[in-house]
């Protein structure tokens, strides 16, 4: 086991240095810039050059990159071009918490509703339950998070005026966010669980502990469960990852204080440091929630064995 996790640590660390390499050079290579004549068209020359200077931007960009890299071994992620009173550590250190709220909220729902979706579709195929499991699934699934979000907005915030449409801090404000966060977490949790649940009940070791005679929500619960959501322990690692740091769109429309706002907002106002720094999160989130999933499998399932 320790090998595999030093394993799998040297493998991130590698994949967040190209990452981060491959990522810098992109935004710089793109026309334009955040002190660009473009963008500030009120400001004389000498002074962007100046603002320029300040931030490091009249440099070649290998010595950006060799000066970033310098800082960002020291947990420095820069200060914010924009937000000129605030680093970029503080600008994530205040917004994460909010994105993680909601996102773990989501991650809890999309368990506690699509796991017993799935089994039931799948112990109880071809019949209504089962279809309608599956036709909400499809419908969870195809229909885009925004388009979700607009229609709920529409529905209980300006028709029915049961919720506000921004805001933040009360239980009222959790509601629509979450709900559109979940929605398609539980169509790919109930698809995969109804899968993974109709090959594991044909399985041998089912027959044999029918078999014996234990109950059937022992066989169900003991043995079937635990192999069944094996595949919903992969994709809930990255799930966790893109909703605990911050959905978008979702964040965004209903002005949510989190990552989120940051990201866009530093993309249309090339704030570099404000977009390295969010994908320098994301992209060492991600890899951590990948590193626990595949530890726990190792829990979940003896037969894994981390020896190559």
Not at 58 to 68: M, R
Not at 138 to 167: E, H, N, Q, R
Not at 173 to 199: D, G, K, Q, W, Y
Request: proline share 5%; hydrophobic share 55%.
């Amino acid at each position: 086991m320790a090998k595999f996790i030093l394993k799998r640590v040297a493998i991130s660390v590698v994949s967040m240095l190209l990452l981060i390499t491959v990522t810098f050079f992109l935004m710089h290579a793109i026309p334009g810039g955040p002190f660009s004549p473009g963008e500030q068209k009120d400001l004389k020359p000498e002074v962007l050059e100046a603002i320029r200077a300040r931030y490091g931007l009249d440099l070649p960009v290998t010595q950006q990159y060799a000066n970033y890299m310098k800082n960002l071994a020291h947990g420095d992620l820069g200060v914010s071009m924009k937000k000129t009173n605030y680093t970029v550590n503080e600008l994530l250190a205040g917004s994460f918490p909010v994105s993680a709220q909601i996102g773990m909220l989501a991650v809890v729902m999309a368990l506690i509703i699509g796991i017993p979706l799935g089994i039931i579709a799948a112990l109880k195929r071809g019949s209504a339950a089962d279809m309608v499991s599956m036709v909400l699934a499809t419908i969870g699934i195809s229909i885009p998070t925004f388009v979700i979000a607009m229609l709920l907005m529409y529905l209980f915030c300006m028709k029915l005026a049961w919720f506000p449409t921004f805001g933040w801090g009360e239980a009222k404000h959790f509601i629509l966010p979450v709900v559109c966060l979940c929605l398609a977490p539980i169509a790919n949790i109930t698809r995969l669980i109804r899968s993974s649940m109709l090959e594991v009940v044909r399985q041998d070791y089912i027959r044999t502990a029918r078999a014996k005679g234990l109950s059937e929500l022992m066989v169900i619960g003991k043995h079937a469960i635990r192999n069944a959501i094996l595949p919903v322990v992969t994709y809930v690692g990255p799930l966790v990852a893109s909703l605990m740091t911050g959905s978008f769109a979702i964040e965004r429309m209903f002005m949510v204080p989190g990552i989120g706002r940051y990201f866009v907002n530093s993309v249309s106002d090339r704030d570099y440091t404000v977009i390295m720094g969010v994908t320098i999160f994301y992209g060492a989130f991600i890899m951590v929630c990948t590193l626990l999933v595949d530890i726990a499998y190792a829990w979940i399932d003896p037969r894994v064995r981390f020896d190559s």
